[in-house]
């Protein structure tokens, strides 16, 4: 079958099957069995619309494929514009994988307002993709609002505990720090007449910006304030915790898969393709607050009694890795940056959907009241143990490899931070392995644990692919390095004058 | 004007130009008619169907009205695509109004037929003032809108708050058009004219007098009333808690929207001196004012008049910017905020139930459980409301800031943009209450008719089609700008540097 016809129409495809799927699930009578199944296939209909980027991919050419740029609003000039290179490709791969697991993961679990809640998880994914692959910035600012309504409500609506404080604090963290990239949006539209990213950037590296060597500093901080928030970089990372322990299981596997993804995509993308001085000038601190980000983390989770406050500040960790690694500036830790968001994106959103499937049988996510698990769920554990390997950084699965090209990056750039930052590999080993320890060892503790039941088929064809992702991605790195390798080259060539400096692969 | 126009006698196409006026009038002077011969009983449908009837065909004679552009009555009235807009925009704002009326004024057991003829009149007034281009007539036309508006506050004639409210707004109202005649006395002893060209073209020519300032001064004060824009807000509370929830969502739309086309020609067309610092004081105080009160409000109502009164900061703002980017987006703003607004303010009508019972922020609890529809779409009036995308109250504040930005406001720029943070967490407010609270069951909530689900579905999807092709409004909105701003603009650069201070902030 010929489906080069497609090229011009993916991207369109892909973003917006899943909110075309929430328009018609609107329709659909309420009965929670076909609802489940209607989105389910939905989301998997988008997987396969997504798998056709990589099909087609063409591997070595830099720049933007699948590209459509229509107008939308002729004035102020805004374009339906949208693109895709290697890095933006691989995160709308990692939404579209990791809805289906979602769906299957709030198969049991979610059984009020069933139809609500797939509808705001399917238009969730289409602004969740519409942040990676749109190209006009107001496009891009449109999406990443659009993510706030559908998660915060996720959390809402859905979550327990606290999760009314959750989901505001969350709003309203995101929504403040957003202000002031749109504003910065605003400027650069007032000065250059468009919001296309790819003219906005030649219209800077030509100069022909008025007003941009004063204005660029604040600039980088107004877009870098809102992806900071978003990473979370410390210290704008307490709202995280609170979000991830009240939200439903796929809340805090999309929140800690893709969410967090858009911030340290938009650091790459924006604030080092638009202000590469200012970006060099800021790394030290930025790159200071990560190594911060990675050693607080880890050793905050260490101390959690709490299974899901134990993962959420394990992102904080391993997203510090992230922004170390695009601030080193080097081909390495751009290219590790960018692995371990993916790897972290399935290994994490494996971890939740574990904590998640614990929860739904004790009600609980305190690490007291487990112990021994290894006895009556041989089958849980043992995924447990796999993904943990992985998340921890285990060789040969997808962890370690982000993790050893961001150190590496590091270590050029300053060797202080490679050093600083090889210790959190170690912190990560430790409360990972102490968790799982004091969760699946030793004795049952709670006679009532003898009785629970081990994971049910449904579960497990949920878990199966994550672990299958984390295995290939271990194995072969380069089936996704291949593709990230020359967007990363095109990033750096701006920022890094000497190419020399590069050591590659 | 010169005498030999005056004697000449109109010509039918004069009529044409007024057409909806002349329509709207005989609709409501049958309903007047009508109802005291009418079984009160029967009165109410039938009453409100000529009402409505009423509104759709003044919507058609707008459409006849606008293919005849011109000036009518010896250069009194004006038709051109800006008077045409807000024709368009109160009449409709009017249809939807008897469409949520009809149900409410059963419930309260309201006498109807006086409230659909008071409506129809009151919107005379109101098309008139956006095609009047003389100030005396234009105060006419707003003293027609305001005793219209003044009565239908007082309709709920058994309670006392609601008697209260009309007086209130009587008093306070009167002193303020007193002040906008004052202001009209003062600009013809300043420039020895009425008509806004010839005072226009006699400012340009650079005889600004001391008189001048002041007479825009004291017509800023007038018309900041009408529109609610702080520090003349004070009634608004007060007014919106006491008067019927429907006519509260047409108080706070229609009559602001005349006013706010009387500002754009007086302050625009005008060009008016000693307007910036004015303006921006007002804005400022307005947005901050508004969405600080708001915070603390526990009545949906007065909740919603705070917010009313930060809207009308957010739109000051834009008369603070240049007028050919300004004048559109005051116009756009208006558009979104009456699709918003009147739905919002549907929904609490049909929620406020008999006298009014009904309208704190905890009867909204669990609202999203025990009426979906209802609570979806005040959601989606609150998230435009808030100026989140996909929904028109985004691209109008985008619009409105940009704006400023592009009129180098930085300063008025930041304080709307954190206001508008600000304001998001009260709309979060009940968002929160309807989703993920439990309500208690006593709360009830009636059937919904057949004419508030129309009233609802227009609003809905005006709001969303604002939210995602502006383009066209857009457009209209930017061509009648032109025509409003054309006079003044060979004179313009020369009194812009005047009239803005040199680092305008």
Redesign the interface.
């Known amino acids: 079958m010929n489906t080069s016809g497609l090229d011009p129409i993916i991207l369109t495809l892909v973003t917006f099957i899943p909110a075309i799927g929430a328009l018609l699930l609107l329709v659909i009578p309420r009965r929670d069995r076909d609802i489940r199944i209607f989105a389910l296939i939905v989301s998997l209909f988008a997987f396969g619309a997504s798998l056709h980027l990589v099909a087609r991919v063409h591997r070595w050419l830099p720049g933007f494929q699948y590209e459509v740029d229509k107008a939308?609003?002729?004035?102020?000039n805004i374009h339906y514009h949208m693109g895709v290179d290697g890095i933006s490709m691989w995160l709308v791969l990692l939404t579209t994988f990791l809805t289906p697991l979602c769906v299957l993961i709030s198969w049991k679990s979610i059984h009020e307002?069933v139809k609500?809640f797939f509808i705001l998880l399917l238009v969730l994914e289409t602004a969740l993709i519409g942040v990676f692959t749109a190209l006009d910035l107001f496009l891009f600012?449109?999406?990443w609002?659009?993510t706030?309504?559908p998660m915060a409500?996720l959390i809402?609506?859905y979550g327990h505990g606290r999760?009314?404080y959750a989901?505001?604090k969350f709003?309203?963290y995101t929504?403040?720090a957003s202000?002031f990239m749109?504003?910065a949006v605003?400027?650069l539209?007032?000065k250059v007449g468009s919001f296309d990213f790819v003219k906005i950037q030649e219209a800077i590296r030509a100069g022909h910006v008025e007003g941009f060597a004063t204005a660029a500093p604040w600039l980088f901080l107004g877009f870098f304030i809102a992806f900071a928030v978003k990473v979370p970089l410390f210290p704008f990372h307490t709202w995280l915790p609170d979000a991830h322990v009240e939200a439903p299981t796929a809340g805090s596997v999309l929140l800690a898969g893709v969410l967090l993804k858009m911030g340290t995509y938009g650091l790459l993308r924006f604030n080092l393709g638009l202000f590469p001085d200012q970006a060099r000038q800021n790394a030290p601190w930025i790159c200071t607050l990560a190594l911060i980000g990675i050693v607080y983390g880890a050793l905050v989770a260490m101390v959690q009694p709490n299974l899901k406050r134990v993962i959420a500040y394990s992102s904080v960790s391993h997203l510090g890795f992230v922004v170390l690694g695009i601030f080193s500036f080097t081909q390495a830790g751009l290219n590790g940056a960018m692995f371990v968001m993916l790897a972290h994106g399935v290994s994490t959103g494996a971890l939740f959907m574990l904590a998640g499937i614990i929860y739904e049988r004790k009600h609980t996510y305190e690490i007291t009241e487990m112990g021994g698990l290894a006895t009556p769920m041989p089958k849980y554990a043992t995924f447990f143990l796999f993904v943990t390997l992985a998340s921890v950084g285990l060789p040969l699965l997808n962890g370690f490899i982000g993790e050893f090209l961001v150190l590496s990056g590091a270590f050029q750039a300053n060797p202080w931070y490679g050093i600083i930052g090889a210790t959190g590999v170690i912190w990560s080993a430790c409360y990972l392995l102490w968790m799982y320890q004091r969760v699946f060892f030793g004795k049952v503790t709670h006679p009532e644990n003898n009785s629970l039941p081990d994971l049910s088929a449904l579960e497990q064809l949920a878990l199966w692919p994550t672990a299958v992702a984390a295995l290939v991605m271990g194995v072969a790195p380069l089936l996704w390095l291949n593709i990230i390798d020359p967007a990363v080259q095109t990033a750096l060539t701006a920022l890094v004058p000497n190419a020399a400096r590069v050591v590659g692969q | 004007m010169n005498p030999q126009t005056m004697q000449s006698i109109p010509a039918a196409a004069d009529y044409i130009r007024i057409l909806p006026e002349i329509v709207l009038s005989i609709f409501g002077m049958v309903i007047m008619f009508l109802d005291p011969l009418l079984d009160e009983e029967k009165s109410q449908k039938l009453l409100g169907g000529i009402g409505l009837a009423g509104t759709i065909a003044a919507l058609l004679s707008t459409w006849i009205m606008a293919q005849s552009p011109g000036f009518a009555f010896w250069n009194m009235v004006r038709v051109d695509e800006f008077s045409v807009f807000f024709h368009a925009l109160v009449i409709l704002i009017a249809l939807v109004l008897i469409l949520t009326s009809y149900e409410y004024m059963a419930v309260q057991r309201i006498r109807a037929g006086e409230y659909y003829g008071l409506i129809l009149l009151g919107l005379v007034g109101m098309c008139l003032m956006s095609s009047a281009v003389e100030l005396v007539l234009i105060f006419i036309a707003l003293e027609i809108s305001s005793i219209s508006t003044y009565i239908l506050a007082g309709f709920r004639r058994r309670s006392a708050i609601s008697s209260e409210s009309s007086l209130k707004y009587f008093l306070l109202g009167s002193f303020a058009t007193a002040f906008f005649l004052y202001g009209v006395a003062l600009m013809f002893g300043a420039t020895g004219s009425t008509n806004i060209e010839e005072i226009s073209a006699y400012l340009n020519s650079g005889n600004v007098t001391v008189l001048a300032y002041v007479a825009v001064a004291f017509m800023f004060i007038g018309l900041g009333f009408k529109v609610a824009a702080a520090p003349f807000h004070v009634w608004t509370p007060d007014v919106y808690e006491g008067a019927p929830a429907p006519v509260v969502g047409y108080m706070s739309t229609a009559p602001k929207a005349a006013a706010f086309a009387v500002l754009l020609r007086v302050l625009f067309e005008i060009n008016a001196p000693g307007r910036f610092w004015l303006v921006w004081i007002s804005a400022a105080l307005s947005m901050t004012l508004g969405n600080v009160a708001a915070l603390v409000q526990d009545n949906v109502k007065r909740l919603l008049a705070y917010s009313s009164i930060a809207h009308a900061g957010y739109v000051l703002v834009a008369f603070a910017a240049r007028p050919d980017v300004g004048a559109p987006a005051v116009m756009f703003y208006m558009a979104s905020y009456a699709a918003m607004n009147v739905g919002a303010f549907a929904v609490v009508s049909h929620l406020a139930n008999a006298g009014e019972r009904y309208v704190t922020v905890e009867d909204y609890a669990g609202l999203?459980?025990r009426s979906?529809f209802l609570a979806g779409a005040l959601a989606i009036f609150l998230?435009s409301l808030i100026g989140?995308?996909?929904t028109g109250g985004?691209f109008a504040k985008?619009?409105v800031?940009?704006a400023a930005?592009?009129s180098n406001l930085v300063v008025l720029?930041?304080i709307g943009?954190?206001n508008?943070?600000l304001g998001?967490?009260y709309y979060?407010r009940l968002?929160?209450a309807m989703?993920?609270?439990d309500g208690s069951d006593d709360v009830p909530v009636l059937p919904i008719p057949a004419s508030l689900a129309l009233a609802l579905v227009i609003t809905i999807t005006a709001t969303v089609y604002l939210g995602v092709?502006?383009?066209r409004v857009?457009?209209s909105v930017?061509r009648s700008a032109q025509q409003l701003v054309r006079p003044a603009e060979s004179t313009q650069p020369a009194q812009l540097n005047q009239v803005a201070p040199p680092h305008s902030l």
């Open positions: 939308w609003i002729s004035k102020p307002r609500e600012y449109f999406f609002e659009s706030l309504i409500l809402g609506i999760k009314v989901a505001v709003f309203l929504m403040v202000m749109l504003a605003i400027w539209y007032a | 999203g459980r979906p998230i989140i995308p996909i985004f985008f619009y800031f940009s930005l592009q720029t930041i943009v954190s508008s943070a998001a967490y979060l968002i929160v989703y993920m609270k092709v502006p383009g857009l457009d930017q």
